[in-house]
């Protein structure tokens, strides 16, 4: 009979094991079910603002590309003298 109360508490405590073991797996995928949720909300709001900032820098270009425009013909010698400004700054600073 001690025979087989021992292995009915063997029989108890593998359960119990088996139990506790499916639980901290249970708990590891909602984990990683929840940082993949957080991951995946990351990057929308990454692609999102990526795409804002694509575009005001689209703008940004346009109105640029139209400021130069109005320069050249309004004024061409003084555009022209801030190109070559600039080309010397720039010169100095890759030297540097």
């Given amino acids: ?17 088996t139990d506790k073991a499916v639980e901290a797996g249970s708990r ?3 984990s990683l079910e929840r940082s993949a ?3 995946q909300e990351a990057g929308e709001r990454l692609a999102a603002r990526g795409s804002e900032l694509g575009d005001n820098m689209q703008k940004v270009a346009r ?4 400021a130069l425009d109005k320069s050249v ?5 003084t555009t022209l003298g801030m190109a070559v400004a600039a080309g010397f700054v720039l010169g100095a ?3 540097a």
């Fill in 1 to 17: 009979m001690a025979r087989t109360g021992a292995t009915e508490d063997i029989k108890s405590a593998s359960y119990d094991v």
């Fill in 93 to 95: 600073i890759w030297k």
């Fill in 37 to 39: 949720a957080n991951l």
């Fill in 63 to 66: 109105n640029f590309s139209t």
């Fill in 73 to 77: 013909t309004e004024q061409p010698l």
């Fill in 28 to 30: 590891a995928i909602d």
